[in-house]
């Protein structure tokens, strides 16, 4: 079952890759979709292991509300708040994609090194999901600051929070039920708020390029 789960944090951290090299916010919302489609995944199996073997039905229940939230209702309400901004074809990406890509590429080899280097880690059975978990972090970070438009920072952030909770599901195998609960609700009032701030900014700027706030600075 370790080989599975090796096989899906790949694939999830391939999704960040795809994310990075995409350059329309619609990409990055579907992209957004398919890899907590993934993730969910990956807590619904380990909710099944859980079943079986412990009689825990908590992971599975995380599984339901990650699709609720996070394949279902997040995207939708992204896509809701991208509709009501007017739309202006702007350059999104600081640095070309190509090396966007690479330097990813080192956030992943540096990632490696690090969690290698580290006693208790590099022996375990969730090496590789471990490695790819924290990648996934710190692409999510650096999408973050990558990208000049509001939303695509909001994606960043998630995709954060992405890496942050299947880095603790695979070393964990499955967090207590009100942590994951706790975790969700302030992801989801962080992104209420910043659609709200997203919407502020388009009145005030005529933009969600973040760049128009340079204009503040005294």
Request: aromatic fraction near 10%; hydrophobic fraction near 55%.
């Amino acid at each position: 079952m370790s080989g599975l789960f090796d096989t899906l944090s790949v694939i999830i951290l391939l999704t960040s890759f795809v994310l990075v090299a995409n350059k329309r916010i619609k990409s990055y919302i579907k992209t957004f979709r398919i890899q907590s489609a993934f993730i969910a995944l990956a807590a619904g199996i380990m909710g099944i292991q859980s079943i079986t073997s412990e009689g825990r039905i908590d992971v599975l229940v995380v599984c339901f509300v990650i699709v609720v939230l996070k394949v279902i209702y997040i995207p939708k309400l992204l896509n809701r708040t991208y509709s009501g901004v007017e739309y202006k074809v702007e350059k999104d990406f600081i640095l070309n994609i190509p090396i966007l890509v690479l330097i990813c590429c080192g956030l992943v080899v540096f990632t490696h090194f690090c969690i290698a280097s580290i006693d208790g880690i590099s022996q375990g059975y969730n090496d590789l999901q471990i490695i790819n978990s924290v990648s996934v972090v710190m692409i999510g970070l650096f999408f973050m600051i990558s990208r000049k438009k509001a939303i695509g920072q909001i994606i960043g952030f998630l995709v954060l929070e992405n890496g942050i909770f299947i880095t603790a599901m695979f070393a964990t195998d499955g967090m207590p039920f009100i942590v994951d609960m706790g975790i969700f609700i302030d992801m989801l009032t962080a992104v209420m708020i910043m659609g709200i701030m997203v919407y502020q900014i388009s009145d005030k700027f005529d933009t969600i390029n973040i760049d128009k706030l340079n204009k503040l600075k005294g």
